[in-house]
C-alpha cells in the first residue's frame, strides 16, 4: 500500500537559518508522483510542487529546493535563509491510482523565529 | 485564471443536525473534484471525489454524503452529524484523469458541539 512518512513533528528555527523537512514514501507503481504542499495559519493548502517518478533532477525555485531520491525513496524539501512567512505546516503527498488521489503525510509544522 | 470557493468559513452545529457545505469552482470546466477532511492533530483525509455530474466515489464509509449537481459545484452533506464530524473540510479540484494537480479551496471548519 503507498504510504508517506514525514518523521518530523515539529520543527523551529531561526530566520535565516537553513532547514530540511524530510519525506519518504513507499510504492509498488512505477509511475507516480510527488508533492510538496504549503498550509499557513489561514488553513488554505498551496500547491508547491510537483515531480514525477521518472525525473530525479533536483529542483530549485528561490529559496526551494527539493532532492528527489529513488534510491531511498526520498522527496526532501529545503528551504534556505527561511522567513518567518514560511512558517506553516507542509504536507508531502503521493498520488495513487488513475484518479490521482493524494495521499498524504501527516505534516511537519514549521516555526521560523525573527 | 481558476478559483475555488467554499463556504462557509466556519460553521458551529449541534449534534444531530443537519449539514450542507458548498464547493464551486470558476475557470474550468469538467474537473475532477474533491472533498477533504482534516480532523485535530490528525493528517488529511480523503472522503469523496468525483469526475463527473453525478458521479461519486467514497473512500471512507460514514454518516456524510456527497453529490455533484452541476459540472463545478460539489456538495457536502449530513442528515445528522457526530461530534467526530467536527474538523477542517476542503474542497480541491484537478484537471485530468492521472495524477494531476489538486488546488484547494479556503476551508470550512466545522465544530460540533
Known amino acids: 500500500a503507498q504510504k508517506v512518512t514525514q518523521a518530523q513533528t515539529e520543527i523551529s528555527v531561526v530566520e535565516k537559518e537553513d532547514v530540511t523537512l524530510d519525506c519518504v514514501y513507499e510504492?509498488?507503481?512505477?509511475?507516480?508522483?510527488l508533492f510538496w504542499y504549503k498550509q499557513p495559519p489561514s488553513g488554505e493548502l498551496v500547491f508547491l510542487i510537483r515531480?514525477?517518478?521518472?525525473?530525479?533532477q533536483n529542483e530549485i525555485s528561490g529559496r526551494y529546493s527539493w532532492n528527489f531520491q529513488k534510491s531511498t525513496s526520498s522527496f526532501n524539501f529545503t528551504i534556505t535563509a527561511s522567513q518567518v512567512v514560511d512558517s506553516a505546516v507542509y504536507f508531502c503527498?503521493?498520488?495513487?491510482?488513475?484518479?490521482?488521489?493524494?495521499?498524504f503525510g501527516k505534516g511537519t509544522k514549521l516555526s521560523v523565529k525573527p | 485564471s481558476q478559483t475555488i470557493h467554499q463556504w462557509p468559513a466556519t460553521l458551529v452545529q449541534p449534534v444531530g443536525s443537519p449539514l450542507s457545505l458548498e464547493c464551486t469552482v470558476e475557470?474550468?470546466?469538467?474537473?475532477?473534484l474533491y472533498w477533504y477532511r482534516q480532523a485535530a492533530g490528525r493528517g488529511l483525509q480523503l472522503l469523496f471525489y468525483?469526475?463527473?455530474?453525478?458521479?461519486i466515489s467514497s473512500e471512507v464509509p460514514q454518516n456524510l454524503s456527497a453529490s455533484r449537481p452541476q459540472d463545478r459545484q460539489f456538495i457536502l452533506s449530513s442528515k445528522k452529524l457526530l461530534l467526530s464530524d467536527s474538523g477542517f473540510y476542503l474542497c480541491?479540484?484537478?484537471?485530468?484523469?492521472?495524477?494531476?494537480?489538486?488546488?484547494f479551496g479556503p476551508g470550512t471548519r466545522l465544530t460540533v458541539l
Open positions: 515531480r514525477n517518478s521518472f525525473d530525479e
Open positions: 510504492t509498488r507503481d512505477t509511475t507516480y508522483y
Open positions: 475557470g474550468t470546466s469538467n474537473p475532477n
Open positions: 468525483s469526475v463527473g455530474i453525478g458521479q
Open positions: 503527498a503521493l498520488t495513487e491510482g488513475s484518479q490521482g488521489n493524494l495521499i
Open positions: 480541491a479540484w484537478g484537471v485530468g484523469l492521472e495524477t494531476d494537480t489538486q488546488y
